[in-house]
């Protein structure tokens, strides 16, 4: 429904070999439409757009015919990332702003109401464009930001953790950066394990909440890895909840003293 049977087809390859994944048959396939990678986890779908000038210019005809807006107000409630820095986030320019509420407007009306449906707030489209240099999107508790190598004018490339180098398979030329950091709700989830760990822990022996921690720390670092690095709030939250782990410990120790 949301590619449509000859872009579905294409997407997946013949039966009788059936394409890698994320990849296609040949480039003139993956050129042919302007779906160029789509990507379903659970209950959340990642799609790729590119369209030319005239495509863009087209698909913002048909939304702004059935949805009017004189007075620019399409940029007011347009989601942004707010936890990278302001000159990191989606510049919403015009354009952009439409062609996002259009690529959107145009998914949400392929859905049936009766079997799914897409919601603006739980969603995000990331334009990419003359005046927006970064694709950003989150992906399974991260938040990802691709800075192509020739919009960094004014970034260096660097050389942190934390930042993938994405290589072009072929020449082995370094084409982008991926920066990473974990995002707001992982941190929640954290917390609120923390928060379980403390409100369950009644009269327990301190060394199996000191173990419930470890494990829950131990967890979030061994998948998180170097984004954690990279997300302060998340450093200062570790430190919090460790604070409250310890207090929580010296309470049972002075109780049995």
């Known amino acids: 429904l949301v590619l449509g049977l000859t872009r579905a087809s294409e997407l997946a390859g013949p039966p009788n070999l059936p394409n890698e994944w994320l990849t296609f048959q040949d480039v003139e396939t993956e050129c042919r439409h302007p779906i160029r990678l789509y990507?379903?986890?659970?209950?959340?779908?990642?799609?790729?757009?590119?369209?030319?000038?005239?495509?863009?210019?087209?698909?913002?005809?048909?939304?702004?015919?059935?949805?009017?807006?004189?007075?620019?107000?399409?940029?007011?409630?347009?989601?942004?990332?707010?936890?990278?820095?302001?000159?990191?986030?989606?510049?919403?320019?015009?354009?952009?702003?439409?062609?996002?509420?259009?690529?959107?407007?145009?998914?949400?009306?392929?859905?049936?109401?009766?079997?799914?449906?897409?919601?603006?707030?739980?969603?995000?489209?990331?334009?990419?464009?003359?005046?927006?240099?970064?694709?950003?999107?989150?992906?399974?508790?991260?938040?990802?930001r691709i800075l192509p190598k020739i919009r960094t004018f004014q970034e260096e490339f660097s050389q942190r953790e934390g930042v993938w180098k994405l290589q072009n398979e072929s020449t082995k030329e370094m084409t982008a950066q991926a920066f990473l950091r974990v995002d707001d709700e992982s941190m929640k989830k954290h917390e609120n394990r923390v928060r379980q760990i403390l409100m369950a822990s009644g009269s327990t022996a301190f060394t199996k909440i000191a173990n419930k921690w470890n494990s829950s720390l131990i967890g979030l670092m061994t998948y998180f890895r170097e984004a954690v690095l990279h997300t302060g709030e998340l450093l200062d939250l570790i430190v919090k909840c460790e604070n409250k782990i310890q207090t929580r410990i010296k309470i049972g120790l002075n109780s049995k003293m």
């Open 39 to 144: 990507c379903r986890y659970t209950d959340k779908f990642f799609m790729l757009f590119r369209f030319t000038q005239d495509e863009s210019r087209d698909l913002i005809q048909r939304y702004l015919t059935e949805n009017p807006d004189p007075n620019n107000e399409n940029i007011v409630g347009y989601n942004n990332k707010m936890c990278w820095p302001r000159d990191c986030r989606m510049r919403r320019m015009k354009h952009d702003v439409n062609l996002g509420r259009a690529v959107f407007w145009e998914i949400q009306n392929r859905l049936p109401r009766a079997v799914t449906s897409l919601e603006w707030d739980n969603s995000f489209v990331s334009v990419y464009s003359k005046d927006n240099p970064n694709l950003l999107f989150a992906m399974c508790g991260f938040e990802v």
